[in-house]
Structures are given as C-alpha cells and as structure tokens.
C-alpha cells in the first residue's frame, strides 16, 4: 500500500492467503443472561451464557456474583437477541474466552434501559480485556442518551497470543455508590491478520505501524454517500457502516450511487464490501468535502479512506487528473492522494490509511476530527491542480496508548432533570409498604431517610445554575485526586453516595463526595448544597472547595483529618474524647448553628446529627452536609416555613414531624439530641435497648425521670464532670428537646449556657484534687425539678410506624 509500484501485487497475494485461512476461525456469538440458544434477525445463532454447561463464564470466585435480568421494556424496534437479556454485576465479574491465537474483533453490546431493580444512571463501569483497558466509568444510558441512540454497540481489535485466555472483565465504579456493571451481548470475530494491524515491515506511507500489542477501538465506519449496511451485509466480519448524514459538512454536492461491480484487484474483497465502494461523495472544482467527526482527545486515531473511482463519475480519466489534498484534524496531516494512480484504473477499489494525535482539550474530553478533501494546500503547490476529491468509505479507530488505555473515561454532560413529583409519590408508596423489620434495619443502619409528605406547599425550588458559584472541576481530576476513586481511600458512606480522600493541586487533601444519582432528590440537594455553602464561610462551618457535574455529581470540600463526631463517640480507635473535649465541640456546633440561624443567612440545616459534625485536626467542630439546608421564613410576621419533611429519624423535631411547620427551633431540637448523645455515647435511635423509649430523647427523659441519668451516661466520662456543670449542660439539653417549639431556646441561649457549662468545669478543674459529689446525688436532689417539666403530650414519636399510614 505504501508504494505504487510492483509490492502491491505481492500485498494483495499475502492478504488473498490470509482470507483463505481466516475462514474457519471461530466465531463466538454469547447473548448475556440468556439461557437458551436464538436466533437474531439477521439469522445469526447466539449461544445464551447462561445455557447449562457454557463454558465462558469464569467468575466463580465466592465473592463475583452476577444477576441475570430482562429489560422491563423492550422498546418494539430493538431487536430481542441480544439486547432482551443482560447479566449485571454489582462487583468485578470476568468472562473467559479460551479463543485461537490471531486478531479479534471484540464488540460488546449494551440496552440501557431499565433492570428490575437496577435504575439508570446507576451504571457506571470498567471493562478491561487482558491487558487492555476498552471502558472507564463507562455509562451506557448517558452515552446512548447524548447521541440519541437506544442501544449502544462497541467495538475493538485486539491480537490474542498463543495460549493466551482472553478475559473480560466488568467492574463497577465505586462512585456513585451503587453503581452497578451490565452487558447484554458479547461478539467475538476472528479477523484477518493484515486488516488493521499493519506491521512494522510494511507501515503506512508516513511510517505509522499498528502492531500486535496494540488495541483499537472503533469510532466511526461509514459508508460515504451511501446506505447504512447492517452486520449481515458486510464482507464477513459482521461490521455496521453507517450512512455519513450526521458528520458530513462539506459543499460537495455530487453523490454517485452505481451498480458497477467493483474490483477487488489491489484490497482483499473483506476489506469492505462493494456497496461501500459503489456508492460516494464527490465533488469538483473550487469546494471540498468535509466530515466532522466526534472523537475523543488526547489519543492518537487511525483513518482509513477507501477510494474507488467509477464510471459515472465524470470527467475522471486519465492518471493524475485526480489528485486532491487530504486534511485531517489541525491540518498537519495534509496528503496528497491520487486514486487513480493507486488503484490503476476505474473501478478498482484501494484504501488509504493515516494516523493524526488528537491534542487533549476541555474538560469533556470531546473532540472533533475535521476531514476535509480537496484542492486547496497550503504549500501552494497543488493549488492549480485540476481535482476531483472522492471518498466512498471511512473508519475511524481510536489507538490504545502506553498504557494499553482506551477509555477515556468521561462521561457526557447530563441535564440536571426536573424535580419529578411522580417519582416522589411512588416512594411513599412503597416506603408504606415497608415491613418494621426492613425499616428498623434502615434506622439501626444510622442512615439519613427522606420523610415525604403528600403536598410540598410553599417549596419552589427555583432552578440554580451552578456556573460560577464554585471551582468546577473535572470527572478526570477527581479521578486523579483519589486514585480512580480507590475504595481504600473511603472515609465516609451513607445514603447520599460515597466520601473519599483526595489530594488536589499537587498537595492539598480535600473530601470529595460522590452523590449518588438514584437517591431521589439528589440534584436538588446538590444545587441546594452548593449554592448554600458558596455564601458561607464560616469557622464553624466547612469550607466548600469546589464541584464536577459530569455524569457523577460531586462536591469537594476541605479535609477534616478528624473524621466526623460519630466516629469519635462510636467506633473510636483513639482515646474517647475527654467531657471538655465535648464541651469544646458543642460549643462550636452550636457557633455554627447560631450562624446559620442569623439575620444575613436565614438557614435551617435540617440535618443536625453527629456524622455530619466534622473535626479538624484540633478538634475544632465544623457543620457539614447542606444537602437538607433551606431558607428560613423570610417575613418577621412568621416563624416558620412548611415543607415536606426531611431529616433523619431520632434527630426530627416532633412538631415539624406532625406538622411539617419547620422553624430554626427544629435544628435547636436535633442539637439537644446530640448534646445527650454526646453525653452518654448512645445512639439517637437504638432499638436494641429498650422497646419503651427507643429515641434517646425519650430515653434520657425517662432517665432523669427516674433518677438513673448516671447510669446511662458514658462510661469514659465517669468522674471527669463536675456537677455545676453537669447540671447546665443536661438543663439546656433538656430545654432544646422540648415538644413545643415555642419553648425552645434560641440556638444564642444554647450558646451561652454551653459557655457557661465550660466555665463551670473550668472552675472544678483549676479546683483539681477534690473529686466533688456524686453525680447522681446532684440528680436525686431538689434540683431534679429544675430539669424535669413532664410533658403530658409527649408522645414517642420518632419510633411509631403508624406514622406511615
Ligand atoms: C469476600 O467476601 C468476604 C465476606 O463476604 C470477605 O471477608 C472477603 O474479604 C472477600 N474477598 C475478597 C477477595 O474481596
Ligand atoms: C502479529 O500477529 C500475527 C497473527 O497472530 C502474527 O502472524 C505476527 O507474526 C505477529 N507480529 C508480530 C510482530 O509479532
Ligand atoms: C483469566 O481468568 C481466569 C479465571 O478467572 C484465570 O484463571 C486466568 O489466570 C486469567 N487469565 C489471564 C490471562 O488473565
Ligand atoms: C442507490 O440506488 C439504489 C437503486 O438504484 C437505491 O435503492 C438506493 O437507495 C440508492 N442509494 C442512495 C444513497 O441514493
Ligand atoms: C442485505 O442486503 C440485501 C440486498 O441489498 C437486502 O435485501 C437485505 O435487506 C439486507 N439485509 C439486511 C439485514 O439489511
Ligand atoms: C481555497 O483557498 C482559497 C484561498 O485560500 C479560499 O478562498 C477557498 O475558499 C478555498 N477553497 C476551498 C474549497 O477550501
Ligand atoms: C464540529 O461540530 C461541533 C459541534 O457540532 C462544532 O462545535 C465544531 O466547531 C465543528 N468543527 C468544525 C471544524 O466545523
């Protein structure tokens, strides 16, 4: 190919050879999840993976499990076998194929559409062949989306030594939580040794090899002004060629569409069929054809046009009358091409390979290969030439780099969807249904529930634009930042998505968290979050250091190396923070709090609870998650707002619980629930202990009650609290718990008694040696009465599941 002389014969030969012996290689058709053999509509046979005694399925490792599932709704034009069933992983699950040595086609082939059971865009995976890695954080339904297709088809060429298992393996991105694997076909082809791989000995005319250790994805494979020819129709090998429509710009304006047959003198009849040769785009004089064509940046691409002049193409007729100028990408890769010098007459199909590196771009990671044909160059020379540019066919591969990579691994942009009420409803539907037992299990899991209520009256959201509220950042640098969202580098996990440690701009640690895109509302709460958290800064409050909104939605914040107030009160591995210690931290939270409450904010967290407290490397405590957060009522004539209920049981102020009226006084409430936490390391909700009081609210009510608060105060603070102390802080702990909002203190007055509770102790300590009195007697005594204001409507609210009817 690389001259036009004489080795062209004995190319031809070599490949003439080779089409004979490729013949009967095998062939593997596998319709995933299926578990009989069918036919598909173009008569091919597919072997269902899941038939009895199918031998390519290797993961039975205990922990690779697979699910076996059928689209819930086949839309009516795509066809059956395979796209009908897929196997989904929820971990890393290998397919094993024991192929013959040679090239392979390898084309994989996925239906987004719904799984029982499995939402998109839950799907978000990697898919690695042998050395290779094809896909990353790959997600069929928003890439099928953004081109507008149904199904999604990859393809790819990879060389199998001998001996060699090929294994393909389907692993679950760890962001978002959740995010599941699927495939519904697999299609493995043998292919002609010298199609695509071109070997050192014969490269392409500007010295570009592809050898064996390379792999190739296909991009795009058209048929130039022709039809669209399915799998059936092509020479063999099962390919697609897509009519051009969608990336032809030029202002060419002649198409030739002939019967002639074509002359497979120079290319092996495989190499593309003659409907791809027959039909064309051309063009004359003074204009040129154009394609753009959508590739990734940052790899280097394989272009392969096949020219064949015809006999209705006028004015074509002798040598060197049709020499044009071939132009890919930035221009630098300019040829001169001169088909009938190539292929010797008319009629006679040839093709002509170049390769041009695509520059890394953007944060989408889209690009745009221009092609142009046509009679104008930029070194002046060819400019009189007398041209007729034609191009019948074209394939586009992407090449895999140093790194046997692939995938470029980003995702299409995805439209923040509106806020869908249907949706909503359904979820109270089968939260309703929901047996006691699945739901104690979800409140023992301390994960946070989204309550709703029918009507959301007074909430309108307004649409945020998040363009300029924060530094974007893109999937590629989050994926940097965390090691590919390494799952060793979780350090929180939780309904919302996943929390990871990163590092940024070379140095800085950040959380990043990584929403999930299932949970309901979760735009919201991500538009919510950062438009809230952009406005502040604050001590007491973490700080927000940017966000990415690529398929995934993700928030980076600063890095608190002390983890969250749960940990330390729970599942500690340090020593148990000493009573001033947690004095010190309610103080800050209650700063944080009272900030939020204030006349320039107005916000209500709605989420207050310790897992959302964060510390610092000093233990200095800062506010987290704003996902819940809202605007307070702005009129001074109100003092609440009504909403659905949201927050997390154990923390939810009883009255805004019953009456969805929320008031800055229901964070006052959940922070009462978390000073007793803090004080007797218990769980807000824990129905191991007792059936009667099962929220630590009515617990510790109960306690005081009866006299026993010593008993059920952390063990690790035994003799640390002084009384004088002990008695402010459970006084004002007490009062924020109360059932009527009204007489709740303001988050000031909890301040200020906090402080007064530290001063308390301080004074006991610089006091040192005398261990003072008992606590319990301090409890026993008249001032028993200061803390206890029976409330003859308390109700034990937080635990009854009547709440659901
Ligand atoms: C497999 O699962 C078990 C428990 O489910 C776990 O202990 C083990 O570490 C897992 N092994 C691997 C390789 O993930
Ligand atoms: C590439 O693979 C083909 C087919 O397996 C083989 O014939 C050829 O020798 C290989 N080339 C190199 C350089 O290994
Ligand atoms: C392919 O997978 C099988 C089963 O998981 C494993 O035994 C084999 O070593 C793997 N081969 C390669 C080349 O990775
Ligand atoms: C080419 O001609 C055939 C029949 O003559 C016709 O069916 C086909 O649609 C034409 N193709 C194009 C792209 O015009
Ligand atoms: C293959 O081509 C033939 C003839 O052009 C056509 O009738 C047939 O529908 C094509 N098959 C498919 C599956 O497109
Ligand atoms: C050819 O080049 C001339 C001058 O640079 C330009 O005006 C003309 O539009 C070009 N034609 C095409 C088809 O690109
Ligand atoms: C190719 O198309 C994209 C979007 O359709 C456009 O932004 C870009 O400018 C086009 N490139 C050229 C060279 O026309």
Not at 583 to 588: M, P
Not at 649 to 655: A, T
Not at 663 to 690: H, I, N, Q, T, W
Request: a positive charge; one cysteine or more; aromatic letters at 10%.
């Amino acid at each position: 190919m690389n001259s036009p002389t004489n080795p062209q014969f004995v190319h031809f030969f070599f490949i003439f050879i080779n089409y004979l012996c490729f013949t009967d290689a095998e062939n593997i058709f596998l319709n995933c999840g299926s578990s009989s053999n069918s036919i598909d509509l173009n008569g091919r046979e597919w072997a269902g993976d899941s038939t009895p005694g199918s031998k390519f399925i290797a993961s039975h490792q205990p922990n690779e499990t697979s699910i076996v599932s059928k689209a819930t709704n086949l839309n009516p034009s795509i066809d059956p076998v395979p796209y009908l069933t897929a196997r989904i992983f929820q971990s890393p699950f290998t397919y094993s194929f024991p192929v013959t040595p040679g090239h392979k086609f390898l084309r994989l082939f996925f239906n987004p559409s719904a799984y029982h059971g499995f939402q998109s865009p839950g799907d978000f995976f990697t898919v690695t062949a042998g050395p290779f890695t094809l896909l990353t954080h790959f997600s069929p339904s928003l890439t099928a989306q953004s081109l507008g297709l149904k199904t999604l088809d990859k393809e790819f060429c990879l060389h199998i030594q001998e001996n060699q298992v090929l294994n393909i393996t389907f692993s679950p991105s760890s962001v978002p939580l959740g995010a599941f694997a699927f495939v519904n076909g697999i299609e493995i082809i043998s292919m002609p040794a010298h199609l695509y791989y071109i070997s050192r000995a014969r490269p392409m005319p500007n010295g570009f090899a592809v050898p064996n250790s390379t792999a190739l994805e296909l991009m795009h494979r058209l048929n130039i002004g022709g039809d669209s020819i399915s799998p059936a129709n092509d020479s063999g090998l099962y390919r697609r060629w897509l009519d051009d429509e969608a990336c032809f710009v030029g202002s060419g304006d002649c198409v030739v569409n002939s019967t002639a047959p074509i002359k497979y003198w120079k290319i092996a009849p495989y190499v593309a069929p003659a409907k791809v040769y027959q039909t064309a785009r051309c063009t004359n004089k003074q204009k040129s054809l154009s394609w753009n064509l959508t590739v990734d940046s940052g790899f280097t691409y394989f272009v392969r046009l096949h020219l064949c002049e015809l006999h209705n193409h006028p004015e074509v007729t002798k040598h060197g009358r049709n020499k044009f100028v071939v132009r890919i990408g930035n221009g630098k890769t300019d040829a001169v091409e001169d088909v009938i010098t190539w292929s010797g007459r008319r009629g006679v199909a040839v093709y002509r390979d170049h390769v041009v590196k695509m520059p890394k771009v953007g944060n989408y990671g889209k690009t745009h290969l221009f092609l142009s044909l046509g009679n104008n160059n930029s070194n002046n020379k060819l400019r009189a030439l007398d041209s007729d540019p034609i191009l019948n066919g074209l394939e586009v591969f992407k090449l895999s780099d140093s790194q046997s990579n692939l995938a470029a691994g980003v995702n299409p942009v995805s439209k923040i969807p509106e806020a869908d009420k249907s949706r909503d409803r359904k979820l109270v539907f089968i939260i309703s249904g929901a047996t006691l037992a699945a739901f104690t299990l979800i409140l023992l899991l301390g994960l946070t529930i989204f309550i709703f209520r029918r009507k959301e009256s007074n909430e309108k959201d307004k649409s945020v634009t998040l363009r300029g509220l924060c530094r974007r950042f893109t999937l590629e640098e989050l994926r940097d930042a965390t090691n590919n969202f390494d799952r060793a580098l979780v350090i929180g996990n939780g309904g919302f998505g996943r929390v990871f440690k990163g590092c940024i701009d070379g140095g800085t640690p950040v959380a990043i968290k990584a929403l999930k895109p299932t949970s309901t509302q979760g735009s919201k709460e991500f538009e919510a979050e950062i438009k809230m958290l952009s406005d502040l800064r604050y001590r007491h409050l973490v700080s927000l250091i940017g966000c990415c909104d690529e398929g995934v939605k993700i928030i980076v914040y600063e890095y608190m190396p002390g983890g969250t107030l749960r940990d330390h009160l729970y599942s500690t591995k340090g020593p148990p923070l000493s009573w001033k210690q947690r004095l010190e931290i309610s103080i800050g939270v209650a700063r944080g709090i009272k900030y939020l409450h204030g006349e320039n904010t107005k916000i209500i967290h709605r989420d207050i609870k310790p897992s959302n407290i964060l510390l610092d490397d000093n233990l200095v405590a800062k506010i987290s998650d704003f996902g819940l957060s809202r605007f307070g009522p702005t009129s001074l004539s109100r003092s609440h707002v009504t909403t659905g209920v949201r927050g997390t049981f154990g923390y939810v102020d009883p009255e805004y619980f019953e009456t969805s009226r929320l008031s800055v006084k229901s964070d006052v409430y959940s922070f009462g629930v978390v000073l007793f936490e803090m004080l007797c390391a218990r769980p807000a909700v824990d129905l191991r202990l007792d059936d009667e009081q099962p929220t630590l609210a009515e617990w510790v009510r109960h306690c005081i009650k009866v006299g026993k608060l010593k008993q059920i105060m952390d063990p690790n603070l035994k003799g640390q609290i002084s009384p004088g102390c002990l008695k402010a802080y459970v006084g004002i702990a007490l009062k924020c718990l109360n059932n009527d909002r009204h007489k709740r203190p303001t988050m000031a007055a909890v301040l200020k008694k906090l402080k007064r509770a530290l001063e308390l102790q301080e004074c006991t300590d610089a006091a040192s040696d005398d261990n003072g009195e008992d606590e319990e007697e301090i409890m026993n005594n008249n001032d028993k009465q200061l803390f206890l204001k029976p409330n003859k409507n308390a109700k034990v609210v937080h635990s009854c599941p009547t709440f659901w009817n």
